[in-house]
């Protein structure tokens, strides 16, 4: 089992960015294929990014595609969220997840364990 705490969400104005956090404790981190969702008030849990274990493959939203970028430090047990030219409907709490199985997932239920979310508002 791993334990996920998110960090680094915040208010920004529109254009800005935020670099998210995602530390993990507990099983070795780089057993887990990784994940980044968010969720709106009223919305359902929606996919953002995921990343494999190594590191070497990503898959994105359209909806962030060049915008957002996921990476990982499998030394620091460390999941990344960059995000840039934050827009008002990137507004949401954002989870990482992690998964057991391999492959990449865009699906929520496809995801192990979760964190607790770090909130992202962002003004126009």
């Known amino acids: 089992q791993v334990q996920l705490v998110e960090s680094g969400g915040g208010l920004v104005q529109a254009g800005g960015s935020l670099r998210l956090s995602c530390a993990a404790s507990?099983?070795?981190?780089?057993?887990?294929?990784m994940g980044w969702f968010r969720q709106a008030p009223g919305n359902e849990r929606e996919f953002v990014a995921t990343i494999t274990r190594s590191g070497g493959i990503t898959r994105y939203a359209d909806s962030v595609k060049g915008r957002f970028t996921i990476s990982r430090d499998n030394a620091k047990d460390t999941l990344y969220l960059q995000t840039a030219s934050l827009k008002p409907e990137d507004t949401a709490v954002y989870y990482c997840?992690?998964?057991?199985?391999?492959?990449?997932?865009?699906?929520?239920?496809?995801?192990?364990?979760w964190g607790q979310g770090t909130q992202v508002t962002v003004s126009s």
């Open positions: 507990g099983r070795t981190f780089s057993t887990y294929t």
């Open positions: 997840a992690a998964r057991k199985a391999v492959g990449l997932s865009n699906d929520p239920l496809g995801y192990d364990y």
